[in-house]
């Protein structure tokens, strides 16, 4: 069974920082570009930032460039998201998911809210 499981958000003051991980498993994590994906309060889906199954081409979407930081550890199958300097606009549910040639993954969420 393929699962994508999220976890390490919460509730940070701005300007802090947040680790998001992503822990895959059921298939071949090391085979799979990965992305991050948000959702804000009623609000569509938002990419956010992309890897590439080897872990040395990495994307961002401007909004984020030079606060977040995507990774991956294949030997852990895990994905990473370090978030630093979060603004109030960053408060969203917070997706992975797996890209493959015929398949495409998707994590259950984890909840990042940033207020003071």
């Known amino acids: 069974e393929v699962q994508l499981v999220e976890s390490g958000g919460g509730l940070v003051q701005p300007g802090g920082s947040l680790r998001l991980s992503c822990a895959a498993s059921g298939f071949t994590f090391s085979r799979y570009a990965m992305s991050w994906v948000r959702q804000a309060p009623g609000k569509g889906l938002e990419w956010v930032s992309h890897?590439?199954?080897?872990?040395?081409?990495?994307f961002y979407t401007d909004s984020v460039k030079g606060r977040f930081t995507i990774s991956r550890d294949n030997a852990k199958n895990t994905l990473y998201l370090q978030m630093n300097g979060l603004k109030p606009e960053d408060t969203a549910v917070y997706y992975c998911?797996?890209?493959?040639?015929?398949?495409?993954?998707w994590g259950q969420g984890t909840q990042v809210t940033v207020s003071s």
């Open positions: 890897i590439n199954s080897g872990g040395d081409n990495t």
């Open positions: 998911n797996a890209q493959g040639l015929r398949s495409l993954y």
